[in-house]
């Protein structure tokens, strides 16, 4: 093998342990973040130093699927970043409607192309897909004609699968937050009408085991809604069963109607 084959040999395992070093230091940042936008920009940050772009950024579809949000960039001027971008608008807009990715050796020649980088030359864009729906784009460029080349696409997807992973844990989680705000809030009003009401009310679960128990019970059984709670109701109250009461209860359950002792 002569000197210039063991060079190329040389950089093409270089840029392999790149890739994996990026592979292994994004799957670090998906366990260490929890805020998206720091995340995505960790990711392009990672992503630079194996491919050579100048600049990057990543939008996402709104939820009414016409419009690209910018989510994450890194080296866009600002006018840049202002542009709203439609659905099938330009390079990015063109990748997130046909889910292909597209590479570009030099964009001056291409029609769709819209200004990102000052002087830009060539750029790939891919589109970030998750559960078989393409949800945004991971666009780069650089100053450069030709600088990336077909075996930099596969690489760069598997960036952006990375990517549209983060951003649909992080959606996840918000709508976990969010339903748990609703549900807490819930808790609270139906809290605030158990203990208002004359009347004793207490709740059961399937094991007939109280969940709640109003200040009217506490009076009228003796016992605080701490001695009660999760404990058996037939344990503390054994005559209730002697009444067939455990009966009713469990039909209760069974069909889903009320009854009546």
């Not at 600049?55 to 542009?83: Q, T």
């Not at 570009?104 to 029609?111: A, F, P, Q, R, S």
């Not at 696409?153 to 844990?169: C, R």
Request: hydrophobic content about 40%; charged content about 25%; proline content about 4%.
């Amino acid at each position: 093998m002569d000197n210039r084959s063991q060079q190329t040999v040389q950089s093409d395992d270089s840029q392999e342990q790149k890739l994996l070093r990026a592979y292994h230091a994004i799957g670090d940042e998906l366990i260490s973040l929890t805020s998206l936008p720091e995340l995505l920009n960790k990711i392009l940050e990672i992503s630079k130093n194996v491919f050579r772009f100048e600049n990057a950024i990543m939008r996402l579809v709104s939820e009414d699927g016409k419009e690209l949000i910018l989510a994450a960039s890194y080296g866009y001027p600002d006018p840049a970043l202002k542009r709203k971008l439609q659905m099938g608008e330009g390079i990015m807009g063109r990748v997130a409607a046909s889910a292909a990715p597209v590479l570009i050796d030099n964009v001056t020649e291409d029609h769709d192309y819209i200004p990102g980088i000052p002087d830009a030359r060539s750029a790939l864009c891919v589109p970030l897909v998750a559960r078989d729906r393409v949800i945004g784009v991971f666009n780069v460029e650089s100053h450069q004609e030709g600088t990336f080349h077909s075996e930099d696409v596969a690489p760069l997807m598997t960036m952006a699968a990375q990517a549209a992973i983060a951003i649909e844990n992080a959606r996840l989680y918000e709508r976990t937050s969010q339903l748990t705000e609703r549900f807490r809030q819930l808790h609270q009003f139906n809290n605030r009408i158990l203990q208002s009401t004359a009347l004793g009310i207490y709740t059961l679960d399937s094991n007939l085991c109280i969940t709640s128990w109003n200040k009217r019970m506490e009076k009228a059984s003796g016992m605080t809604e701490v001695q009660v709670l999760g404990r058996p109701l037939l344990t503390l109250f054994p005559v209730l069963a002697n009444e067939g009461f455990d009966d009713r209860l469990n039909q209760v359950l069974k069909t889903g109607k009320p009854e009546k002792l």
